[in-house]
């Protein structure tokens, strides 16, 4: 069974840093991603990595700030969160895929619980 668990989520102040883990069980896949939903928003890509090479994409809003990364002998993909705004506030998913689409396509196939993250200001 595939499962996408984060962890890493809290209530920071900005300025602040926080890394989102997304540990995957059962396999491994081509594509992760990270994805946000604020309250009364769409969800939004945030950041996207593929698994070989390491390539990696991210979302004008965040480029600068958020590192995207994974750990192959851990099957996990980190998303390091620093100089966090307000704005950044939301519902942090992650999201897996075998498909080789462009990272910021959110058509996925697995996605995670969901982790919250709250900036104050």
């Known amino acids: 069974q595939v499962q996408l668990v984060e962890s890493g989520g809290g209530l920071v102040q900005a300025g602040d840093s926080l890394r989102l883990s997304c540990a995957a069980s059962g396999r491994t896949f081509s594509r992760y991603a990270w994805f946000r939903q604020a309250p009364g928003k769409e969800r939004e890509f945030v950041a996207g990595i593929r698994w070989t090479g390491g390539t990696t994409f991210y979302a004008h809003s965040v480029k600068g700030r958020f590192t995207i990364s994974r750990d192959n002998a851990k099957n996990t993909v980190y998303l390091q969160m620093n100089s966090l705004k307000p704005e950044d506030t939301a519902t942090y998913y992650c999201?897996?895929?075998?498909?080789?689409?462009?990272?910021?396509?959110?058509?996925?196939?697995?996605w995670g619980q969901g982790t919250q993250v709250t900036v104050s200001s």
């Open positions: 999201a897996a895929r075998y498909r080789l689409r462009p990272l910021e396509n959110p058509d996925y196939d697995y």
